[in-house]
């Protein structure tokens, strides 16, 4: 799970970056339109996020390779998870924020 993990959340960035190209593509820069940049910046830490998370999934994958995570020592990974979920509640609160902010 965690090797599926690490693949699905790098996919999730590249297909920021995707985004990122088509907005460039219909003319919506990071400077200019103050709504393009406020997209921009969200985004932009929403992949930041993503990718120390990755990261962190990366460190857990190798101590698991390495047997330093087990049944008996499952702080690394209990920790990984804890990172996780603390990122899925802030962007799905700061969701709900913007969206009622409108």
């Known amino acids: 799970m965690v090797v599926l993990t690490t693949i699905l959340g790098l996919a999730f960035v590249v297909s920021q970056y995707l985004g990122w190209k088509d907005l460039v593509a219909r003319s919506v820069y990071l400077v200019g339109n103050p709504s393009g940049s406020f997209l921009y910046i969200i985004t932009g830490l929403h992949a930041l996020h ?40 802030l962007w799905v609160y700061l969701y709900v924020f913007l969206t009622l902010l409108r």
Do not use: D, M, P
């Open 50 to 89: 993503l990718l120390s998370a990755v990261v962190f999934l990366l460190f857990v994958l190798y101590a698991s390779f390495r047997n330093k995570v087990n049944s008996k020592n499952t702080v690394q990974i209990e920790i990984c998870t804890t990172y996780w979920h603390f990122l899925g509640l």
